[in-house]
């Protein structure tokens, strides 16, 4: 094995990675606060995807443009999805509240196939995201570089907001304490309103990126990302930023390193994820960087 | 009183045997298949509501062991001679090549042989809680969905197996549900019946009431597993064909939402639900056609069946959240004294 060769598909595997952590943060973000597994992440990301390729299409707008009203179309939707059908049942047992997840997910995906019909679509790429760089023999898109750059910024900025803003710190508040947040004042159901908002704009960010880097819309195109970021999630600890990133890096290079170094496995790289996630769990059931959680009698 | 008790099952049973022979002989090959897939759903239902409704143990991984159990009784089943027409692309590994069982043994196997899937599985992943062993069984479901599409010689990869003998009929599909209805009836009043439900109300009080936590946990884990393979089964050799795509999150989530609709916890619930889910399933097909309403013609819109499913799922689950029949279970008291009726309106009032 060359190094160029071990190169390319660390630089595939990194872009990926951030592309699984940028998703995986809107996860651990409401996992945080509702503890809740956000079944319906991977359909708002999809849906990022398609309000993007309808503007830049057939409002014809120019693709920053485009992507910058999808984002918000997006978050929108993400908040709506959150009143929907989170917010009647707070107060539910945990199955039920599960359960509604999985539905609002399901009907999602299938208003989809309604609206946008089940055939696949082929998402326009700007031409600034698909230039080919040469360096020193390993060949990458733009793209492949620019992911990596977006979710650092991203992640920079993100973190800022939660330690040291005061909305931040309402938000760390509730996932510690629901009721005891309440008590002090914090309006609970704004923050959770707002953690669905950040979670659906990162998710958004990354369909947008993931399709220019995999360029086809299809309805269901959010649920294979959705459980691996998920997994990426679990994998860091459930409930912590930086837990996600470290999940998403290690199974976006993990799944494609698997796939070069060994070409036996390619069929069963989607079992990767599954796996890792099996093998973690057990090791360390609250996840990488997850706190041990004890119950109280 | 208990004698008369048993009388009433008794005359129940005859009376829902004599309606089984009835819709053998009248209904068209159509409705006979939904009646089969009801029997097939109360079976799977069942199976899950032990698992996630007895026990409290939330687990997604039901599409997979109902995979195994499809497969096994599959590869049993099928004669020598269509195994090689459906294995055109590699050969069947020798030794499942020229076995050809009746249907009877093939679907103990199917159960065996899932159930020991749900043991390996169960065991160590049991140790998980709440929302890991959901996301941890969801994945094993996806793993053993992935290795199936990759073992051409045994599965056939994604290719799926075809002409499957349509073994399955109303008697062996609610054969099946009749002696898991009746099987799950013991086991709930039973000490593990007992021992399953303290665990789901409170597992610590549970282990300090003497209940070995992770033995209950696995045997009901098992139990599911075995159930679920069979009902997997069933419906392979119903539908004679199956492939690895049938048996994806999906299966597993149509299974919930009868567990849920019909009452967490409840057999009573679940029975009813599955028929009733089965049934609208199909009703609800007439959206995806057009129709003619004599001065406008509606398009018909693909798809608009399952928008409408979800819709009304989500409307059941925000709204009446307890399910059908909550906890509770028919018996014939609730029938004689007729306070059932009021019990529930009572509930819904607080």
């Known amino acids: 094995m060359t190094f160029q060769f071990f190169m390319q598909h660390l630089t595939n595997g990194i872009s990926l990675g951030s592309l699984y952590a940028l998703i995986a943060i809107g996860y651990t973000m409401v996992y945080g606060i509702l503890r809740l597994i956000n079944f319906a992440h991977g359909d708002i990301f999809m849906i990022g995807t398609y309000v993007a390729f309808y503007l830049i299409t057939l409002a014809a707008l120019p693709w920053w443009l485009a992507f910058i009203f999808a984002i918000g179309i997006t978050v929108l939707f993400g908040m709506s999805v959150e009143k929907g059908a989170y917010k009647p049942l707070r107060n539910s047992p945990k199955i039920s509240v599960l359960i509604s ?31 080919i760089i040469n360096i020193r023999g390993v060949s990458i898109v733009s793209l492949t570089f620019y992911i990596p750059v977006m979710t650092l910024a991203i992640l920079f900025v993100l973190v800022y907001f939660i330690q040291k803003t005061k909305t931040g710190m309402a938000m760390r508040a509730v996932s510690k304490d629901y009721e005891a947040a309440r008590l002090m004042g914090i309006d609970v159901d704004k923050i959770i309103s707002l953690t669905f908002g950040v979670g659906s704009l990162l998710a958004a960010i990354g369909g947008i990126m993931w399709a220019m880097r995999f360029p086809q819309l299809a309805p269901l195109m959010g649920v294979m990302p959705g459980l691996k970021c998920f997994i990426a999630a679990v994998i ?48 360390k059931p609250t996840g990488l960087m997850g706190q041990k959680l004890t119950e109280k009698v | 009183m208990k004698i008369n008790k048993k009388i009433l099952n008794i005359v129940a049973i005859i009376a829902f045997i004599g309606l089984l022979f009835f819709m053998d002989n009248t209904f ?13 759903y109360v079976v799977l239902g069942l199976s899950l ?17 109902m995979a195994v159990g499809a497969y096994t009784a599959a590869l049993l089943t099928m004669s020598p001679a269509v ?12 030794f499942l090549a020229n076995v050809e069982w009746p249907f009877f043994p093939a679907l103990i196997m199917a159960g065996v042989v899932a159930a020991i899937a749900g043991f390996l599985i169960g065991a160590p992943a049991l140790r998980l809680r709440d929302d890991y062993l959901a996301i941890a069984t969801l994945g094993f479901s996806e793993i053993i969905r992935v290795i199936f599409t990759n073992t051409q010689t045994l599965t056939n990869g ?84 199956i492939d690895p795509l049938m048996f994806r999150f999906f299966l597993t989530f149509n299974i919930l939402l009868i567990v ?35 001065f406008i013609i509606i398009e018909g819109i693909p798809g608009m069946r399952m928008v409408v499913f979800s819709a009304l799922l989500m409307i059941v689950i925000l709204f009446y959240q307890q399910g059908l029949m909550g906890t509770k279970e028919f ?20």
């Open chain 1, 101 to 131: 997840a999985i539905g609002a997910s399901f009907l999602i995906q299938n208003l989809a196939i309604v609206i946008f019909g089940g055939r696949p679509k082929a998402f326009p790429i700007p031409d600034m995201f698909n230039q």
């Open chain 1, 236 to 283: 860091g600890g459930i409930g912590n930023i930086k837990g996600a990133v470290l999940g998403g890096f290690l199974l976006g290079v993990g799944e494609i390193m698997i796939v070069a170094l060994l070409p036996a496995l390619t069929g069963y790289r989607d079992a990767f994820a599954f796996i890792l996630l099996i093998v973690i769990l057990l090791i």
């Open chain 2, 28 to 40: 068209d090959s159509y409705k006979i298949r939904i009646v089969n897939l009801c029997g097939i």
């Open chain 2, 49 to 65: 509501n032990l698992i996630n409704g007895f026990t409290g143990l939330f687990s997604l991984g039901h599409a997979g062991f």
């Open chain 2, 83 to 94: 195994k090689d027409m459906n294995f055109f692309l590699m050969p069947i590994v020798p």
């Open chain 2, 158 to 241: 994604a290719l799926g197996l075809k002409s499957l003998p349509t073994h399955t009929n109303i008697w062996w599909s609610w054969g099946t549900a009749i002696l898991t209805i009746a099987f799950m009836v013991f086991l709930t009043r039973g000490s593990y019946g007992r021992a399953f439900k303290a665990i789901r109300e409170d597992e610590i009080a549970a282990e300090a009431m003497g209940i070995s936590l992770f033995k209950h946990k696995v045997i009901s884990f098992t139990i599911g597993a075995f159930l679920a393979g069979v009902g997997g089964a069933l419906l392979g050799n119903l539908l004679g064909t």
């Open chain 2, 260 to 294: 849920v609709l019909g009452g967490i916890g409840s057999i009573t619930g679940t029975v009813i639900s599955a028929v009733v889910v089965t049934v609208s399933m199909e009703a609800l097909r007439v959206l995806d056609q057009s129709m003619d309403l004599g």
């Open chain 2, 331 to 350: 018996t014939w008291d609730w029938f004689t004294k007729n306070r059932g009726f009021k019990q529930i309106l009572k509930k819904d009032v607080k």
